[in-house]
């Protein structure tokens, strides 16, 4: 349970330096309407774990993530390959959806992550387990986005109770 409220607090504090600079920008453009980006889009990025558990200390690695709006609720499908020198993990998750600015959202995720070779590290741990998340994407030119998040994966290390925690941040292209 410690080392889950230490990820916890990690996550919060990474995500709270994140969404800083993002909520200084929407304070100037307060005038302007915030929409958000309805963009649905796929990316490639980097990939940071920056815990340890079990055999696992952090490594690096690289993501490929998409999204598709669902609609005009604040509901969106993500999907999340994140991967380094030794195997993959597969992260399929559902996220709120929520305008900061104008052309950016906040979002917080839920979903599962399955590594593609249980005992192998990667930057979100060593075997399948719940991973929850929070981010940030904005539209930064015509079909162009920037994205970045922090995810933990609860109990995400074999032969330990400790959470992995992973940072990710990559630019996407819109398709939709």
Not at 57 to 66: C, D, P, Q, W, Y
Not at 102 to 109: G, L
Request: positive net charge; aromatic residues 6%.
């Amino acid at each position: 349970m410690k080392n889950i409220l230490k990820s916890l607090v990690t996550i919060s504090a990474l995500s709270s330096i994140i969404i800083a600079p993002i909520l200084v920008n929407a304070g100037q453009a307060s005038a302007e309407t915030k929409k958000g980006t309805d963009a649905s889009y796929v990316g490639a990025g980097v990939a940071v774990g920056v815990s340890n558990g079990g055999n696992d200390s952090g490594n690096f690695g690289g993501n490929l993530t998409g999204r598709l709006k669902l609609g005009n609720t604040p509901f969106s499908a993500r999907g999340n390959v994140i991967w380094n020198d030794q195997t993959s993990a597969i992260i399929p998750e559902v996220s709120v959806d929520v305008p900061i600015a104008n052309r950016t959202n906040a979002f917080v995720t839920g979903g599962y992550s399955f590594v593609e070779k249980n005992g192998a590290n990667t930057p979100i741990g060593n075997r399948d387990a719940v991973v929850v998340g929070a981010g940030v994407e904005s539209e930064v030119a015509k079909n162009f986005l920037i994205y970045t998040n922090a995810k933990v994966g609860l109990r995400s290390y074999q032969n330990d109770d400790a959470s992995a925690v992973s940072i990710n941040g990559g630019i996407g292209y819109r398709f939709k």
